[in-house]
């Protein structure tokens, strides 16, 4: 059964933390004064407004610290699913890597099911994040695309397939060919990422946003990388990944010509 709001859950768990800090303070920046029925305002008791900051003090950290149990679960089973597999990976494995108790560990994730669906959107989050971190000043708007800015760009994209979020991302896409409920959770989110994806390209790449062949030079290095990405056991992996660099290197500087010219 499909599992709405993988996507938005997985942005609302990444949220920074400082937001939770934030929030409370902007809760108590608010004094708790009501107006009388003559317009005037009534304080509460000074023990009242110790007790209301104390209340919310507690609420606040129990959020800060119920997030945090979270994402080291979630980080815990990336780097399970990098080091074992997700076949070998199990709810205790998760808990044991994450340092958390099998308490904590069942409170936020009922089953290994819950664990796998909720890592579908992390990843779905920390990749777009990551791309954009890898890629982000090597298109300046005020300089003039270069030869070596778009091979930077295509051995950055070698790198990024390279990180640990992607290896552990490809375990959960082999495992969804047969297994329907995780293959529900990885559509839902792959529709969503391809999306982003390109308006992640749109904007870390000002010279290519106009370019009518943008989605083909994009698909170009994403499959390409991809797929020697995969090839874990491919003899002399590193220098035939130089090469083909080189090659989509070549491509991507006449598809950007081309469409360019006057």
Not at 88 to 93: D, H, L, Q, S
Not at 120 to 129: A, E, S
Not at 206 to 226: C, G, I
Request: aromatic share 8%; charged share 25%.
């Amino acid at each position: 059964k499909k599992q709405p709001g993988l996507f938005a859950e997985a942005t609302r768990q990444c949220v920074s933390y400082s937001s939770l800090d934030g929030g409370y303070m902007d809760s108590q920046n608010s004094r708790g004064t009501a107006p009388g029925k003559a317009g005037r305002k009534t304080t509460k008791p000074k023990s009242a407004q110790r007790g209301a900051r104390k209340t919310s003090m507690g609420a606040g950290w129990q959020a800060e610290k119920s997030a945090l149990t979270r994402q080291a679960i979630l980080e815990a089973a990336v780097r399970c699913f990098v080091q074992h597999g997700y076949t070998n990976t199990t709810t205790a494995m998760i808990a044991e890597e994450g340092d958390v108790s099998r308490g904590a560990m069942m409170h936020h994730f009922s089953s290994r099911a819950a664990v796998m669906r909720a890592v579908v959107g992390y990843l779905h989050v920390r990749r777009l994040n990551e791309y954009r971190q890898l890629m982000s000043d090597i298109d300046s708007p005020d300089q003039t695309l270069t030869r070596a800015a778009i091979r930077t760009s295509v051995e950055t994209a070698w790198k990024y397939v390279n990180l640990p979020s992607f290896i552990a991302y490809q375990e959960l896409l082999g495992a969804a060919r047969t297994d329907p409920e995780l293959a529900s959770a990885v559509d839902e989110v792959e529709q969503d990422f391809d999306r982003e994806f390109l308006k992640t390209v749109r904007a870390v790449f000002p010279h290519w946003k106009q370019v009518k062949s943008l989605r083909a030079a994009h698909e170009l290095v994403q499959f390409v990388m991809q797929g020697m990405g995969v090839a874990h056991r491919s003899p002399q992996r590193e220098q035939r990944a130089r090469r083909v660099i080189d090659t989509v290197t070549d491509h991507l500087e006449k598809i950007y010509v081309a469409d360019t010219a006057d």
